[in-house]
């Protein structure tokens, strides 16, 4: 069974409807299924990943977020089992608020990918 966690990102002035939505589904400790649904190009993305490439992936869209001229006005992080967090670009480029923000991610894939019974 799989479990899964989101990132939303919105932007200014448009309803939910336009969010673009990233769902990660952590297959077991080594593999993530990754679906990117883009809404204002109405159109999807799937990838795999291991771990690193996760991370390598989750890391090149922050650097892109930071840099962007048109950027989302939050990233949104759901994490089942963790209170919902929003972030602002702007802050999502400093390294102390990445690192919380992957700290969450690491924590539940953990908890999820490697049971303790």
């Not at 969010?19 to 809404?39: Q, S, W």
């Not at 650097?63 to 967090?85: E, K, M, S, W």
């Amino acid at each position: 069974m799989t479990s899964s966690f989101r990132l939303i990102l919105t932007r200014e002035g448009q309803d939910s409807s336009k969010d673009d939505v990233i769902v990660v589904h952590v297959e077991d400790y080594n593999t993530f299924r990754v679906h990117y649904k883009d809404k204002l190009s109405n159109s999807c993305h799937l990838s795999y990943y291991d771990w690193d490439e996760l991370c390598q992936y989750l890391d090149s869209m922050r650097h892109l977020l930071a840099v962007d001229n048109d950027p989302f006005d939050t990233i949104q992080l759901q994490v089942p089992g963790f209170p919902c967090i929003s972030l602002k670009p702007r802050t999502f480029k400093k390294e102390e608020t990445y690192e919380v923000f992957s700290n969450v991610i690491e924590a539940y894939v953990s908890r999820v990918a490697c049971p303790v019974y």
